[in-house]
């Protein structure tokens, strides 16, 4: 459950300045009194630009969109605080801000995610959590919400169900609803097909990706999978060609994603 934290706020405001003091802290978690808290530093990427102008391209490319680079560079601290407190009020599942300044943002610690978890489990295991998953960002998408960073990373569960943290990107406030939800897709599928035998991607996959679309049922999304299909058609064709070009793991996200949707659309 993600409860108010019963330590002072002064303790952890004392705790996070000196965290703040120490240069070697970066995002990570601390304890007071046994409970368990998340520590975010807020600082300037120095890749930043270069990451939103090529983010710029890439949703140009991928879903016909033109947004300015400056609308998809990340919020940082301040952004994430704020989304997490209007998503806390719609009754959405994720952490508590419990203390923020200028440098640095105190969340509730809402467990371990499950990208340090899949990989224990057996492979009937990993499809009943995928569909769980899927089911889950389905309910995000028909409800108006978003998340921006949709990968197993960054989704946890507690008793009450599942929660979604790093909330940095801004992707829901540039582009279209359909474009917002093709990104969110493109990045949860992706994960959750890399982490599925190579003979399971296409039938299981495909269910995985039918089970998502059958809850959501909008149209414009699935022209906007369709285009980005298309996009990615030439990875299959290198992947058969050439594999040793895409053994890498983001390139094998990237194909096994284009095959489900060129199977499944």
């Avoid at 002064?10 to 520590?39: K, P």
């Avoid at 490319?61 to 601290?77: C, H, K, M, S």
């Avoid at 960054?154 to 599942?162: I, L, S």
């Avoid at 359909?178 to 190579?198: I, N």
Wanted: charged share 25%; net charge positive.
């Amino acid at each position: 459950m993600n409860e108010r934290a019963d330590v002072p706020l002064e303790r952890l405001e004392a705790r996070a300045i000196s965290l703040c003091a120490d240069a070697q802290a970066e995002t990570g978690l601390f304890e007071i009194d046994g409970q368990t808290f998340v520590f975010k530093r807020g600082r300037p990427k120095s890749w930043a630009t270069a990451r939103a102008c090529l983010a710029a391209i890439g949703c140009r490319l991928a879903f016909g969109e033109w947004v300015a680079p400056g609308q998809l560079r990340t919020g940082g601290i301040r952004q994430e605080a704020a989304r997490l407190r209007e998503l806390s009020r719609e009754g959405r599942r994720v952490p508590l801000v419990l203390f923020q300044n200028d440098e640095c943002l105190v969340l509730s610690y809402v467990g371990q995610s499950f990208d340090e978890i899949v990989e224990h489990l057996s492979a009937a295991e990993k499809i009943t959590l995928f569909e769980r998953l899927a089911d889950d960002l389905a309910a995000w998408h028909v409800k108006g919400c978003w998340h921006g960073g949709a990968q197993l990373r960054n989704v946890t569960e507690q008793a009450d169900g599942f929660y979604r943290i790093d909330f940095e990107e801004r992707h829901g406030y540039a582009l279209s609803v359909a474009a917002t939800r093709a990104y969110d897709v493109f990045l949860y599928f992706g994960d959750a097909f890399s982490h599925l035998d190579e003979s399971e991607v296409l039938p299981q996959g495909g269910a995985l990706l039918q089970r998502y679309l059958n809850q959501v049922q909008d149209p414009s999304l699935v022209l906007m999978l369709r285009r980005l299909s298309r996009l990615l058609r030439p990875m299959v064709w290198l992947s058969k060609r050439c594999p040793r070009l895409t053994r890498k793991r983001d390139a094998q996200r990237i194909v096994r994603v284009a095959r489900v949707l060129q199977a499944v659309l």
